[in-house]
């Protein structure tokens, strides 16, 4: 090869798209124009960086969630003042008082956060959301008890007020579902006058309207991704945020008998050109993506070959033979879902997103 570069990166990036984030909010204020939008970003906002993802959204979301004390808090030290929800409320005295004390608004779902509040001599008034249990069974208090557990917070000297009721949806990622419908009715039979309501994620967004109610709480489709199996982010109107892209580190051209990666798995069957490239589940591709996963090599897909490494990945470049070191490779994001590639890792999207660690950079694009 000849006209190999004298320098490339060697490393991944993830490419998030601010516009993108944007557009995915305006797409649920399109789909829910009459509920307020708690922006979900728990889990460092689906990986693509907490503050950059509120950041972004911050003049457009209503609200943010996340699931940890610790992730709100970041936000706090950073500056932001919007309203920040805590997923999964506070599990001690400390947390109540840093809940307080930094104006968050803690979900309360359990006996134990009550008692929690009313021996609490924290003297910052302190907003709260109640969780209903209307059959997911994770977290939340039994319908039944809705009543008693409004009396007993208005009676807590710490609670200035409640937000309203709050609930999760087990299966709404199936269309025309009757266990969806069968919370929904749980849910719309609890008597709490003059409280708001919350229970649609982003599978309900899209395709419960009757769900959407005075909150909407969208994650993942803020991040351009379907929750659906059967169609992308994409087919639904949304713009994939993150684009996790590295380049090509070395080029073989390997004879048919050659074999490729850990464990021996691929065996060239033909004279192959094999690309690697700097990505691997050390950045938090997937390790079990099978041969054949689409890989972008210059814009082309060319199939993955052999094992996932820590750091490497090995392509098929046979159908991009003229590809050299240093070329762009794309693993998801723009023109690749990240849906396809979990199809091909026997994995949701989701879990994807999550995984991309701390060692890949994130560059925030306008
Ligand atoms: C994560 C989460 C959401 C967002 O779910 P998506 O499927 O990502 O839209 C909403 N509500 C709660 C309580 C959550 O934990």
Request: with cysteine.
């Amino acid at each position: 090869m000849n006209n190999q570069p004298t320098a490339f990166l060697n490393y991944p990036q993830a490419i998030i798209d601010i516009g993108g984030l944007r557009h995915n909010l305006q797409q649920v204020r399109k789909l829910a124009p009459y509920s307020q939008i708690m922006a979900v970003v728990k889990a460092d906002g689906y990986a693509h960086g907490l503050e950059g993802v509120v950041r972004s959204l911050s003049t457009e979301a209503d609200a943010f969630a996340v699931s940890r004390l610790e992730e709100a808090l970041m936000l706090r030290q950073a500056g932001h003042r919007y309203p920040i929800v805590l997923l999964t409320g506070v599990g001690n005295k400390e947390e109540l008082q840093l809940a307080a004390a930094y104006h968050l608004t803690p979900v309360i779902h359990d006996v134990i956060q009550l008692d929690l509040l009313r021996q609490s001599l924290v003297t910052t008034p302190l907003a709260v959301w109640i969780k209903v249990d209307t059959g997911m069974h994770r977290l939340g208090f039994p319908p039944e008890r809705v009543t008693e557990v409004i009396a007993s917070l208005r009676c807590c000297q710490p609670v200035a007020s409640i937000m309203g009721l709050m609930s999760h949806l087990a299966n709404a990622d199936q269309v025309e579902d009757s266990y969806t419908r069968q919370q929904l009715e749980v849910f719309n039979n609890i008597s709490a006058p003059g409280l708001a309501r919350s229970i649609a994620n982003s599978a309900a967004i899209m395709t419960y309207p009757q769900a959407h109610l005075n909150w909407v709480r969208p994650g993942i489709m803020l991040y351009g991704v379907s929750p659906f199996t059967h169609c992308t982010g994409m087919d639904m109107g949304l713009k994939p945020v993150m684009t996790l892209k590295s380049c090509l580190i070395a080029i073989h051209r390997l004879c048919a008998g050659d074999k490729v990666g850990y464990g021996i798995t691929w065996t060239c069957s033909k004279p192959t050109i094999v690309g690697v490239a700097a990505i691997g589940y050390g950045d938090g591709y997937p390790r079990h993506a099978v041969s054949g996963t689409p890989v972008l090599v210059n814009g082309y897909p060319v199939p993955l070959i052999g094992r996932v490494s820590m750091d490497m990945i090995t392509l098929d470049l046979d159908h991009q033979p003229t590809a050299k070191v240093g070329d762009p490779v794309v693993v998801w994001g723009e023109r690749l879902p990240v849906e396809e590639i979990a199809h091909h890792a026997a994995t949701i999207p989701y879990e994807l997103l999550c995984q991309v660690t701390a060692r890949v950079p994130r560059i925030w694009n306008k």
